[in-house]
């Protein structure tokens, strides 16, 4: 699933998903990273720590 968040300055697009563990669901998590768009290309980059303003709508690593 994606979410688009629109700010006063720029919209950054989320990707939702759930991450199973087969053998230790009890240890599944979510995963919501800020898309890379441009150049007609998707970019899902590596999961790390990230801060969403939302009033400008800016995703910072």
Same mark, same amino acid.
């Given at each position: 699933?994606?979410?688009?968040?629109?700010?006063?300055?720029?919209?950054?697009?989320?990707?939702?998903?759930?991450?199973?563990?087969?053998?230790?669901?009890?240890?599944?998590?979510?995963?919501?990273?800020? $898309?890379?768009? +441009? #150049? /007609?290309?998707?970019?899902?980059?590596?999961?790390?720590?990230?801060?969403?303003? $939302?009033?400008? +709508? #800016? /995703?910072?690593?």
């Amino acid at each position: 699933m994606m979410l688009k968040v629109v700010g006063d300055s720029k919209t950054t697009v989320i990707f939702m998903a759930d991450k199973w563990e087969p053998k230790t669901q009890w240890d599944s998590r979510y995963l919501w990273m800020p $898309l890379e768009l +441009g #150049e /007609g290309k998707l970019k899902l980059p590596e999961p790390k720590s990230w801060h969403l303003n $939302l009033k400008t +709508g #800016e /995703g910072q690593y």
